[in-house]
């Protein structure tokens, strides 16, 4: 089985500053790993993913992170965080499908990110 | 461009009553998913479905029952609340095997049910 650390559930920066949210997984098998961002009462839209290839991943709204696999993470960062960007994020993986059901899809507990101005 | 739509978006249901929460994607997906969100708990699996006329447990499914009677709909049913079912449900698809094969799983926008 798998799962996921959210490392913090709370992260505050001021605007303008770069961001760091930090996720760990672990798994018995090469995972897929997704970040998710759920702004405000509505619903998860996803920022990136990593399957295969390329460990350094870019997504929407100048976010990245970065597979180490040596390290079992998959760091969240920005390099200048806006106003906007306030909202959870989700930290997920998934194990390849071995038959059944749904995937094995864990969610992390999410991290709150809170920007100063 | 309507991807997942769920209804209602809000409700207030009294302890034993029962209600259907619909959802509804148009991008033809195989897979479609219930979630649960709590606070502090991330997203949990109620049940979900690989096809029309398929649906399986996720890992928080006693007190919810399914149906996929056609594939762009997935209702879940809440036959007797109960307060420890306040939450905020989430509807999600995806084409087929859901993230596993690196497919991105669509969320709808949520449902807040309160049960008092």
């Known amino acids: 089985a798998q799962s996921v650390t959210q490392l913090d559930s709370h992260v505050s920066v001021s605007e303008g500053t770069p961001v760091l949210l930090r996720c760990n997984y672990s798994s018995s098998v090469p995972p897929y790993l997704f970040w998710y961002v759920q702004y405000p009462n509505q619903g998860l839209q996803l920022l990136l993913k990593?399957?295969?290839?390329?460990?350094l991943v870019k997504g929407i709204n100048g976010f990245e992170a970065e597979f180490k696999k040596s390290e079992t993470s998959f760091h969240l960062t920005k390099p200048s965080a806006h106003m906007s960007d306030a909202a959870e994020y989700f930290c997920?993986?998934?194990?390849?499908?071995?038959?059944?059901?749904?995937?094995?899809?864990?969610f992390g507990k999410g991290t709150h990110l809170i920007i100063q101005p | 461009n309507a991807g997942v739509t769920q209804t209602p978006k809000f409700r207030v249901l009294k302890t034993g009553q029962s209600m259907t929460l619909l959802c509804a994607q148009d991008m033809n997906h195989e897979y479609m998913y219930w979630y649960r969100q709590d606070p502090g708990m991330g997203l949990r699996l109620i049940h979900y479905s690989v096809g029309e006329g398929t649906t399986a447990k996720g890992e928080v499914p006693d007190g919810y029952n399914v149906s996929r009677l056609k594939k762009q709909n997935f209702l879940l049913g809440l036959e007797s609340a109960a307060p420890s079912q306040t939450s905020v449900y989430f509807c999600?698809?995806?084409?087929?095997?859901?993230?596993?094969?690196?497919?991105?799983?669509?969320f709808g926008e949520g449902s807040w049910l309160t049960v008092v």
């Open positions: 999600a698809s995806s084409p087929r095997q859901g993230s596993s094969s690196g497919n991105t799983i669509y």
């Open positions: 997920v993986v998934s194990v390849p499908y071995s038959g059944g059901g749904a995937d094995g899809l864990t």
């Open positions: 990593y399957t295969t290839g390329a460990t």
